[in-house]
């Protein structure tokens, strides 16, 4: 991330007037600030997603929901995400936004999302470091993707269904 994007960041972080709107504030290459609005639903499905994380990935990590991470493009804020001890344990204790992606980032799929947006976070998520990304689409569908494209089921938690309840 360079200077003008960190700095940007931390400005959102520290101003009173941002901590409180109800959209997922993140940045894009250029620094821009993107807002995307956060719905009831959108809360509901990061809570069942935390759940299914809970119950089907490795219990040597933890899952947690807005995550902000570092990448090459902005700070993304993935809506769900599950860390290893081994990643927990490299961030800094003072960090605003990770510069460890998570080995499984999740993002939920609403109106607002277009192809290309859920095209370069996934992109974004694996060329940083993730070993997984999951989509979500608005009928509770999962998607499981890696480095080499799309998959069948999570190798990182095999028995987690493929939808959720929505």
């Known amino acids: 991330m360079d200077a003008t994007t960190e700095s940007i960041w931390e400005r959102v972080l520290h ?16 620094g821009q600030l993107v807002l995307s609005p956060h719905t009831p639903f959108h809360s509901r499905f ?8 809970d119950e089907y990935a ?4 933890e899952a947690t929901i807005e995550f902000a991470v570092q990448t090459s493009r902005g700070v993304k804020v993935p809506d769900v995400v599950w860390l290893s001890e081994d990643r927990w344990s490299q961030i800094p204790e003072d960090a605003e936004a990770s510069p460890v992606v998570p080995e499984l980032c999740v993002e939920g799929r609403s109106a607002g999302n277009t192809d290309e947006e859920m095209t370069e976070k996934r992109r974004l998520y694996l060329e ?5 990304v999951w989509v979500c689409d608005e009928e509770g569908a999962l998607r499981f993707f890696d480095a080499e494209g799309e998959r069948t089921q999570s190798a990182l938690a095999p028995d987690v269904p493929t939808a959720i309840e929505t």
């Open 46 to 53: 990061q809570s069942r997603v935390l759940r299914l994380l």
């Open 58 to 61: 490795p219990p040597s990590g």
């Open 128 to 132: 940083e470091g993730a070993q997984e």
């Open 15 to 30: 101003d009173p007037q941002l901590r409180d709107l109800p959209f997922k504030i993140e940045t894009n290459r250029h």
